[in-house]
């Protein structure tokens, strides 16, 4: 609960998805593959994000609503099947399943993020109002594009910079990639 008040909830105030950039450890190891391609994911693909946040819910509930006690099955006690400590890791193994293969299907090393990730939902709202945005720097924009071929969550953010505009997508994970790729240095 405090690493989802602090990464997921409130922290997104401040740093938008800022976790999402430096400090998740499925994409840490995502940003690995050996994947040289960036293809933008197609959108269509991006509402399954949706029927997954519910399942995530709903998976919870209806262990608790059997009688499962989250207030007093602690890790490393009674490490039976429904232990935290095995969910936590079965957690984190399906994200893996899922996402290196469609990382490798949608050449695209963050895919998981754009498709399946029911986190990424959890971090958009507080994200919309975050005080850290990526914005233009005094540099004017050459419109190379360079910045939305490298952008690994699809945010455009050439069509931000060149409008003389913060970048506010919520998609938007504050990597610096647009930064550091820019040529002219017209982002900061
Ligand atoms: S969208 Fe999900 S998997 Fe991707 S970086 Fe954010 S929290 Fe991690
Ligand atoms: S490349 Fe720029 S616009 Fe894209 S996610 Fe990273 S910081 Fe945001
Ligand atoms: S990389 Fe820089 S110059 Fe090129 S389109 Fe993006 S903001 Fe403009």
Redesign the pocket.
């Known amino acids: 609960m405090i690493h989802y008040a602090i990464a997921k909830v409130f922290g997104p105030i401040f740093f938008g998805r800022g976790f999402c950039?430096w400090a998740c450890w499925t994409a840490a190891f995502l940003d690995w593959l050996p994947i040289a391609e960036n293809k933008p994911v197609p959108k269509k693909y991006t509402f399954i994000r949706f029927p997954v946040f519910a399942i995530s819910i709903l998976i919870p509930y209806i262990f608790i609503a059997k009688g499962y006690d989250f207030m007093h099955t602690h890790i490393y006690e009674n490490l039976g099947k429904y232990d935290q400590l095995i969910w936590f890791l079965v957690g984190n193994g399906i994200y893996y399943v899922l996402a290196i293969p469609l990382a490798f299907i949608f050449k695209k090393k963050r895919a998981f993020c754009k498709i399946i990730c029911p986190v990424s939902l959890v971090m958009k709202v507080p994200s919309s109002i975050a005080l850290l945005r990526?914005e233009p720097s005094k540099k004017e924009c050459i419109e190379c594009k360079l910045?939305d071929k490298?952008?690994?969550?699809?945010?455009?953010?050439m069509k931000?910079i060149k409008e003389g505009k913060k970048?506010t997508?919520t998609?938007?994970?504050?990597?610096?990639?647009?930064?550091n790729?820019c040529p002219v240095g017209a982002?900061k």
């Open positions: 950039g990526m910045c490298n952008c690994p969550m699809d945010v455009n953010p931000y970048i997508s998609e938007c994970i504050l990597c610096d990639n647009c930064k790729i982002i």
